[in-house]
Nanobody
Framework: QVQLVESGGGSVQAGGSLRLSCAGS????????LGWFRQAPGKAREGVAL???????TYADSVKGRFTISKDNAKNILYLQMNTLKPEDTAMYYC????????????????????WGQGTQVTVSS
């Protein structure tokens, strides 16, 4: 059974940085497409950054140039480096995994996710 556990969230001021981590168990991340989604209060869950099993990445327009997704296959950990954070980045961030869909369609449809982590809160103050 795939299990995902996020860590690294917290509160920062605008312009600051955070790095989120997602530790996987029950599977090898090298064989899955992985990603980060976020959900702000009152809003729908949205894709942030995705990486496929080969290492190709895609980002939401709102985070391009500020966020970087990466993974360490040996440690079975997924990362999200978030720089130049803005108040609008405030949300619960979720680690996600699936193996059936391409990154483009997955970014548009969070429901295509097969496994979710429990989430980690990121709060950015102005």
């Amino acid at each position: 059974q795939v299990q995902l556990v996020e860590s690294g969230g917290g509160s920062v001021q605008a312009g600051g940085s955070l790095r989120l981590s997602c530790a996987g168990s029950g599977y090898r991340i090298s064989t899955y497409n992985l990603g980060w989604f976020r959900q702000a209060p009152g809003k729908a869950r949205e894709g942030v950054a995705l990486i496929d099993s080969a290492g190709s990445t895609t980002y939401a327009d709102s985070v391009k140039g500020r966020f970087t997704i990466s993974k360490d296959n040996a440690k079975n950990i997924l990362y999200l480096q978030m720089n130049t954070l803005k108040p609008e980045d405030t949300a619960m961030y979720y680690c996600a995994a699936q193996w059936l869909y391409g990154l483009g369609s997955w970014m548009q449809s969070p429901s295509k996710t097969s496994s979710w982590g429990q989430g980690t809160q990121v709060t950015v103050s102005s």
